[in-house]
């Protein structure tokens, strides 16, 4: 039995780091999850920086993961961190998470899972064998109106789903940013960091991974263009990608950060039979469902129209705009619902495991092997989550 908040550390997210300090807000955002503890960054100092920003005692700062992993384990339970978040760049995944498994912590990792299909199978193994829980923050499906798209669409109410085109145009790395030192882009663009993609693995895989979830089915083969625009730059930059689903859906996903003026453009629409949808990241709280026989209906966040799986993940009534902060925070707050359970020993019901979890990852990491070297060999090629590279 527990009768206390959940106990947070967290691996990067330094000083002027992106998602970290999202990732912080979004956790404790419902109340269920303190920080307690983290490596911040690469260095101690840095770290030590940033502990001291969040008011951490100096004794839960650590210089890295290693050291945070090995000492957390020797506190006792209810005062050692119960999860460990990873927000470093993308190379960084593997290591950390396998070696916060097998300290015996739960993890919570942004996405992409890993750089290699390998990486990604090893850690899925490494979950099933610890029975530890794993979420991964694909936090767009955390939208209350995306939960009822896939309702909408999982139901059969737009009959049989045809077309599926998501969208996902950024304009930031336009130029070469990452010459001139900008953080965000220098490790993007630089395969030792990022892996195998630049554009594909940062924002495609949030395409592919919304496809899925809205469908219910999974992308079974790809034939995919991706590009590098901008002069010197040593990964993708765009890239177009046909997709084919096991239930016979056909699609398109077309993801870019040199689309000029763009912020950040994630859409999606799902054409099925006898109706279709249409959901924009940038207007979260308005669902467009379009119909054969009858005017389009827009379903709007916190109105009581909606689906239990869409109200549950609302906090506020109508009007009152939610928005990326609180859709990653039900990521956290679903993650936190199952974690309180396994901790407490209660069976953990189907749909208390409503966040991303590795299978998702090795879906992603799947998806994003077959784009490259689909577009390396200009044919179509299986997503195989067996496959090796
Ligand atoms: P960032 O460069 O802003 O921050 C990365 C942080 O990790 C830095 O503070 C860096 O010092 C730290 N770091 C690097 N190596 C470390 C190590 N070994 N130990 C401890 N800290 C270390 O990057 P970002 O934009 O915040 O992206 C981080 C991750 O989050 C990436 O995997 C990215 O794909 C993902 N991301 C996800 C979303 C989303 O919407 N889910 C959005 C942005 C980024």
Redesign the pocket.
Known sequence: MINRKLLMGM??????????AVHRMAATLDGRIELVCG????TRN?SIEMGKKLFLPPERVYG??REMFRNEAKLPEGKRMDFVTI????N??YPIAMAALEAGFHVVC???LATSMEEALNLAKKVKSTKLLFCL???YTGYPLVKEARRIVTDGKIGKVRRVVVEYPQGWLATRIEAKGQ??AL?RTDPKQAGISCCMG?IGTHCHNLAEYITGSEIVEVCADITTFVKGRLLDDDGSVLIRFKNGAHGVIWASQIAVGEENGLKIRVYGETGSLEWAQEEPNSLIVRWANKPMEILRTGTSFLSPAASINTRLPSGHPEGFIEAFANIYRNFALALTRRIQGIKIREEDYDYPNIHDGVRGMAFLSAVVKSSAARQWVNVSTEETN
């Open positions: 691996v990067g997210g330094g000083p002027n780091a992106f998602i970290g490596a911040f960054s690469r840095k890295s993961y927000a470093t760049p993308n960084m995944h942004d996405k992409p923050t694909h936090n953080k965000q490790w940062d």
